[in-house]
Each structure stands twice: as C-alpha cells, then as structure tokens.
T-cell receptor, first 112, second 113 residues
C-alpha cells in the first residue's frame, strides 16, 4: 500500500493563478481532510470529507474548494491564489474505528 | 478554539536523557493523540489515549492524561538522536466528526549525540 499520496511536492504560483493539489489514498478510508501548516501555527483544518459526495468546512476554508467524487481522491482547489496561502499543505485520511490520521508527505506552496 | 498548546516550544537534550513534553487543551475530548514530524515530512501517529485512560505506554513512550486539568504529557525515555523531530498533540471534540482533530503548535525536540 502506498498510503496517502500527495502531488506535487513543491509548487510556485503567481497571485491570481489557480491550481489543484492532488491527494489520493489506497486504504479505502471514508474520511479525508486537508490541513495547512504555517510556522508557529500548528496544523489547521481547511476542509474535510466523511465519504464520497460529502464535504464540509474546517477552521480556515476561505479561498479553497474541495470535492469528493470517489473514495480514493480528495483534491484541493485554489481558484485565485493569494500570498496568504503560502504554506505547507497536508492531506490525511482515517477510517471508523481507527481514529488516528494517516498523513501524506505534504505540498509546499509558495504564492508570489 | 479547541487547539492544544504544547510546552515547551523547544527542548534540547543529550542522548540517553528523558524528554517530557506537555499539552493543554480547552474543551471536553474523546481522545488525545500525539504525532511526530521529521523535518520536511508528514506527521506520523505515535500514540492515542482515551478520555477514560490516565496513562498509556508504547515502547519508550509514556503518555499521561489528566482530564480534570485538561492536560497531557508525553515522555520519551532514553532519547536517541533519531528522536529529533517536532511533536504535536491533537485532540478531537466530544461529539465532533470522526478524524476532525485540533493540533497544537508543537514542541521541537533536539537530541544531541
């Protein structure tokens, strides 16, 4: 099993550009989530999903969109990137009865 | 915010010494978890302690939980240079969605050979 796979690992955007961060898991986990990690701020939840077709907002959802068309994939979209979205983004998944999160290796995003 | 707070922010010790990190949180929880993050990598789950447990062990790790004080501690015994990493506590929120965790800012542990 590959676990949670995130692509790309690094990305540089200009203000106003759009992009999609990809996340895929092969563990058949129903729950998936996106966090951002900023220096001195810990991890903050952006969006999460409890199953295909179901998504909800976390603590810091503004500027981000998500969809969950399959159990395996949970892409995060930035429609118009802003410098404040410069961060490291982590995707995570878990399943009922497990409770611990399995994290991807992260995407480092810089918005100039 | 439910966010946990770790203390200290940074800890520097010699190999063989014990490392203790503390976490405080604000609201009622179902469980508390500790994660480790090596530089430039994702977080890895270390240990989970439920609200009805007071202490739990896993190898060189010992976690305690005091729900009356809303605090937890992580003890790493006989530290090794390979333990150098950031350590985060994470709490859920009683009644919240599965997997929705609140993370603290972390403790940066450096273990010198």
């Amino acid at each position: 099993n590959a676990g949670v796979t995130q692509t790309p690992k690094f990305q540089v955007l200009k203000t106003g550009q759009s992009m999609t961060l990809q996340c895929a898991q092969d563990m058949n986990h129903e729950y998936m989530s996106w966090y951002r990690q900023d220096p001195g701020m810990g991890l903050r939840l952006i969006h999460y999903s409890v199953g295909a077709g179901i998504t909800d907002q976390g603590e810091v959802p503004n500027g981000y969109n998500v969809s969950r068309s399959t159990t395996e994939d949970f892409p995060l979209r930035l429609l118009s990137a802003a410098p404040s979205q410069t961060s490291v983004y982590f995707c995570a998944s878990t399943t009922q009865g497990d409770e611990k999160l399995f994290f991807g290796s992260g995407t480092q995003l810089s918005v100039l | 915010s439910q966010q946990g707070e770790e203390d200290p922010q940074a800890l520097s010790i010699q190999e063989g010494e014990n490392a203790t990190m503390n976490c405080s949180y604000k609201t009622s929880i179902n469980n508390l978890q500790w994660y480790r993050q090596n530089s430039g990598r994702g977080l890895v789950h270390l240990i989970l302690i439920r609200s009805n447990e007071r202490e739990k062990h896993s190898g060189r790790l010992r976690v305690t939980l005091d729900t009356s004080k809303k605090s937890s501690s992580l003890l790493i015994t006989a530290s090794r240079a390979a333990d150098t990493a950031s350590y985060f506590c994470a709490t859920d929120d009683r009644g919240s969605t599965l997997g929705r965790l609140y993370f603290g800012r972390g403790t940066q542990l450096t273990v010198w050979p």
